[in-house]
């Protein structure tokens, strides 16, 4: 499920969604973040996945899937998880 909702994230309605189903405050991280880059926020999130599943250490993809585990909708939990670990000042992906 992850994979399909990764390779759907160019879709704009896919990502829209996905955006639409964040907190507020991770949103605005989002776009800062997006901003900084000089990116739009689905492509940048749409990369910022990307770039974990590729890069992410195995700790991370522990508690990726503990957390995937434990919900009826794990793609999307996945890729909000990793759009929360990616816009979090305090945590390094």
Known sequence: ????LIATLDQPEVVDEVLASLAAPIRQRLEM???EAHMSVPDFAAGAVRDFVERSDDEHWFQLLTLIRQTE????VAVQTILRWVTDPKRSS
Do not use: H, V
């Open 1 to 4: 499920m992850l994979g399909d």
């Open 33 to 35: 973040r997006a901003d």
């Open 73 to 76: 909708e794990p793609g999307l």
